[in-house]
């Protein structure tokens, strides 16, 4: 399978543990963003790589939000702290360098705080 | 800032007949426009997107879709609606006027769209 792929699919934890999502996303993509979904609204952005580099982070991401890129291939999202308002699916998508948007996502990692 | 109004939670329409989903926009510019669909355990799907030229731009599995710049509109249409279309529909849009540098899409709640047999 040649799509993006997010490990773990899914995560329960405890309030204040720390969490870290990875995210492999197709070969020859060189965008890599971030989204959180929770019940009943859509996407949101979080954050966005170009190759290795982090353009554009949402006022969303707390300073509890880290997310990087290292090689410009995988990608990996850590959550320090975690609240239990952080519950919800963390969406990796990936995109060819164009400019018309369109997004491959992968199916997800959900998080739940207790 | 830009934002998605989907004002249907849910459409409910019998197989065969024809459905449309509704989205509605808000930009400061130009905007690129988008139709992903969900099914479940799934992830999101493109459908098919609006970025300039024609106003009926057509996509994956018969969907097409109508850009409307008077009414702020890019509402989701099939002439004849499969069960298997049953899914949530999110629709998106990308600011041109956010700058070159804002590849974010703003998506809309999503409509639960049903196909009765």
Request: proline residues 4%; contains cysteine.
């Amino acid at each position: 399978d040649t799509g993006v792929s997010q490990n773990p699919r899914h995560k329960i934890t405890k309030r204040g543990q720390n969490v870290t999502f990875r995210c492999d996303p197709i070969s020859e993509h060189n965008r890599l963003y971030w989204y959180r979904q929770t019940l009943g609204q859509g996407p949101e952005f979080l954050t966005y790589f170009q190759n290795e580099a982090q353009l554009e982070k949402s006022r969303l991401l707390s300073d509890r939000f880290s997310a990087e890129r290292p090689k410009g291939s995988f990608s990996t999202l850590e959550i320090q702290r975690t609240e239990q308002g952080d519950s919800a699916m963390y969406l990796c998508a990936s995109s060819l360098a164009d400019n018309t948007g369109e997004l491959f996502f992968g199916e997800g990692s959900r998080l739940t705080v207790l | 800032a830009q934002s998605v109004a989907q004002p249907e939670d849910q459409v409910n329409v019998a197989e065969g007949n024809p459905l449309t989903v509704k989205c509605t926009y808000s930009v400061s510019g130009n905007p690129y426009l988008f139709w992903y669909v969900q099914y479940p355990n799934r992830g999101l799907q493109f459908l098919l997107k609006y970025i300039t030229g024609d106003n009926l731009v057509k996509g994956s599995y018969g969907f097409e879709a109508e850009f409307n710049k008077s009414q702020t509109s890019f509402h989701l249409k099939k002439p004849s609606a499969l069960v298997s279309d049953s899914a949530l529909y999110f629709c998106a849009v990308r600011d041109l006027y956010s700058g070159a540098g804002s590849y974010q899409l703003t998506f809309g709640k999503g409509t639960k769209l049903s196909v009765i047999p």
